[in-house]
């Protein structure tokens, strides 16, 4: 169940909200009286509430917005418990001083927003003897482990309990507590209303993620990056999955360099089957291999991780997807068995997905020139992959075939910039952007009006998705779904004109 959190500052607002909620399949809805600006009325929000709740009246040092006295916070609660409210929700800390009374469920609850103790379990032991019907703890994720202890407790407690990591390394510790066993979990109203860090808007909770019908047998997939919450990752796998039937989701995992590979080392143990590898963690996946295709070893790069039987297998369907896109483009003119021997390529960047396409260029017989603004990454990546390094200022005065931007430079919010000058461009020149959000960024545009053949960084990233979700569930994937389903995340007025 997901008890969706309701902060507003008037009385009306709030009322309206949850009655839209119910209307709209709410099971269970948190009236954050804290956020009300005036004298709280009870009367008007409980007696003709249209569905159960969780009243709360969070202090600013819970991260609320109280600022009335505590007596007056303490009277409210009483107040609420007595109206016959569903539940209401009592810090550990006055929890003595608030008794049971009615058919009031009481949630014990404890916040840390900055960090998650070491005594996790001594906190919970002490919460539950406080005549507590749910536990409730919310701690700060400061590395995965955070997420596997607050995990292990929820699992293993003999109270009802509900056990959140905030932040976004936390997120998985809300999509997965029903897996836990935790009696319900909680996400926000709105995206503009973000009640503590890393809580889900519960409509992307309830369609996307499809919480409520997570179950012991759902197999876990997902993406690992830092940052990890502008992916769209999500949003194309998990919409495949359901069309097919197929019984999985696709998460979000937030993680950092430092704690990739503890995060490696425990996926199996989470039930996680593999995940999409991206920034900044492409190179260092292939540590964490105990096997991985040719291509993936020769790049010194993965993007996709399979974990089975013990096993961690390593692929790169940047690669495959990347050389499908341009082997696709120069057939057209030139009708030969191997149509890039020969074609020189400027590679922009020198990170993972640089280093998969410049490879994989390479392996057709490319010449292949990388430049990166940091000089010396070029030059280390010219050495790996047999290509030649040039200055960044450089860039403009090759003759070139083909351009490939690898960099960030264009995407959104950085709509209004390009990493390669528009009159450097011609009509001889094909122009392939990685970036895919947006889809037509600054350098694509340049590039259609210096009449270029163009490759988006969409035709890349479907491609690459759907190599990955075949290597996930050995299906073939529905690309022009997750064309359609990327191209509206990314541009919702191009689609419906």
């Not at 590979?261 to 996926?267: A, I, K, L």
């Not at 122009?431 to 210096?450: C, S």
Request: net charge neutral.
């Amino acid at each position: 169940m997901i008890c969706v959190t309701l902060g507003r500052a008037r009385h009306t607002r709030m009322i309206a909200e949850h009655q839209f909620l119910v209307e709209q399949g709410a099971e269970l809805v948190e009236l954050r009286l804290d956020y009300i600006g005036r004298a709280v009325s009870l009367k008007r929000l409980i007696d003709a509430r249209p569905g159960p709740v969780v009243v709360t009246v969070r202090r600013r040092g819970d991260g609320g917005r109280w600022m009335k006295t505590e007596a007056e916070r303490m009277t409210l609660l009483r107040s609420a418990i007595a109206t016959g409210v569903e539940y209401v929700d009592i810090e550990a800390d006055v929890a003595a001083q608030i008794p049971r009374y009615g058919t009031t469920k009481r949630i014990i609850s404890y916040h840390d927003f900055q960090e998650t103790p070491d005594n996790l379990e001594d906190l919970h032991a002490a919460m539950a003897e406080e005549d507590a019907d749910i536990v409730k703890i919310a701690t700060m994720a400061n590395s995965f482990s955070d997420n596997l202890r607050m995990m292990k407790l929820v699992k293993e407690a003999k109270v009802p309990t509900i056990g959140i990591c905030m932040g976004e390394t936390g997120m998985i510790t809300r999509i997965m507590a029903d897996r836990l066993g935790s009696p319900f979990t909680y996400a926000t109203f709105s995206k503009d209303k973000k009640m503590a860090p890393g809580l889900l808007e519960w409509k992307e909770m309830k369609s996307l993620y499809r919480y409520n019908e997570i179950n012991e047998d759902t197999e876990i997939f997902g993406v690992v990056a830092d940052p990890v919450a502008h992916s769209h990752s999500p949003l194309i796998h998990n919409k495949a999955f359901e069309q097919q039937g197929i019984n999985a989701r696709y998460l979000p995992f937030r993680i950092t360099k430092s704690d990739f590979p503890n995060f490696v080392n425990n996926c199996d143990e989470l039930g996680i089957r593999g995940l999409s590898v991206t920034i900044p963690h492409k190179e260092h996946a292939v540590d964490e291999c105990t096997q991985a295709e040719s291509s993936a070893t020769g790049i010194g790069a993965v993007n996709t991780l399979i974990f089975h039987e013990k096993e961690v297998l390593g692929y790169n369907t940047d690669y495959r997807a990347a050389m499908d896109c341009i082997e696709e483009l120069f057939k057209v003119d030139r009708k030969l068995e191997r149509p890039m021997q020969g074609i020189t390529a400027l590679v922009l960047g020198a990170g993972g997905v640089s280093r998969a396409i410049a490879w994989g260029l390479k392996q057709r017989h490319c010449e292949v020139l990388i430049a990166s603004r940091t000089l010396e990454r070029a030059q280390i990546m010219a050495a790996e992959l047999g290509c030649r390094a040039i200055e960044w200022d450089e860039r403009h005065d090759q003759r070139i075939r083909l351009l490939v931007n690898g960099t960030p430079v264009g995407m959104h919010p950085d709509v209004d910039s390009s990493p390669f000058k528009a009159s450097a461009l011609n009509q001889f020149v094909a122009v392939f952007d990685t970036v895919y959000n947006p889809e037509n960024t600054l350098l694509i545009k340049d590039a259609r009006r210096a009449q270029c053949r163009v490759i988006t960084g969409i035709d890349m990233f479907v491609r690459q998705a759907a190599y990955q979700y075949k290597l996930f569930t050995g299906k073939e994937a529905p690309m022009q779904l997750m064309r359609d389903t990327i191209k509206q995340a990314t541009n919702p007025v191009q689609l419906n004109n």
